[in-house]
């Protein structure tokens, strides 16, 4: 008797699932690898009494204990946190200013490379051709305009940091903003010109409603920059003047590599993380209320 032959039935015991995520372990490993592994040998470091040089000895928890005791470390999170308040407005509305004004434009893509490009400029050359150009005593603006002493007010200084750190983040924050609006539709705008709504009536009642999730993003991802802040105020003021300007990354850099407490620096990098979690967290609350 003849047998009918049966269809090929394959018994591989991967499929397309398993496949993919075969194909995602490398970039797993290199995440575990250049995050996990450090993160590890951070925390391991923060229990240690270490200058670098010397034999490493165990404190368990002493240096987390001396944090929250130290007022250098309050200090500087002050400062983070004034450095924040007083950049975080203007951002905003300078991002929702440009963004509609540009919006439908002839020349907003130009206008908008323009306002990228400073982010594209690397942070340690952006910083000293700002140094050169505001310095009170030979910058060249100084030559055409009296320039501020801001490296002997902390006032000032925290006003050139913000300046300078607008400068190479407003062109991100008017593309989150003009991709928003690009989102809204154009019917619900004409649709309240047909009723009547004026130009401001429109903006508050229909647009800036709309523009929320993107204004959301950007607090909470400026707000977490800030915390993180260290680069512009290593380059521009070393925390100066009086230690005016030292926020929470100057202060971390100072403890380790200055002080040589390196075990110390390990546990404020722990804390400083801890911080930039919970609003990362809380963004993406934020955001996922938004929806």
Known sequence: MQRTARPFKSRARFGPRSSAQWFALPAVLLLGLFLLYPFVDVLRFSTWDWSG???????????????????????????????SLITLPPFILLSVLLALALDGQP??????AL????????????????????????????????VPRWDQSVGWALVLIMLFTLWRHIGYGVLVVSARLKAIPK????????????????????????????????VVIGTVLTLQSYTAVFLLTRGGPFGGTEVLGYYLYKTGFEI????????????????????????????????
């Open 187 to 218: 019917a619900l705008t004409e649709a309240a010109a047909v009723d009547g709504a004026n130009p401001l009536q429109t903006f508050r009642f229909i647009t800036l409603p709309l523009l929320r999730p993107a204004l959301t993003f950007l």
């Open 107 to 112: 020349y907003e893509r130009g206008i908008k």
């Open 115 to 146: 306002l990228f490009l400073p982010g594209l400029v690397t942070l340690g050359g952006a910083a000293v051709a700002w140094y050169t150009l505001f310095s009170p005593e030979y910058g060249a603006l100084a030559a055409v305009v009296p």
């Open 260 to 291: 040589g407490r390196l075990g110390y620096a390990a546990a404020l990098t722990v804390v400083i993380l801890i911080l930039t979690l919970a609003f990362a967290l809380a963004q993406a609350r934020l955001l996922r209320e938004e929806r």
């Open 53 to 83: 040089l010397s034999a490493p000895r165990p404190i368990g928890l002493e240096n987390y204990r001396q944090i929250l005791q130290d007022p250098d470390f309050y200090k500087s999170l002050r400062t983070t946190l004034i450095f």
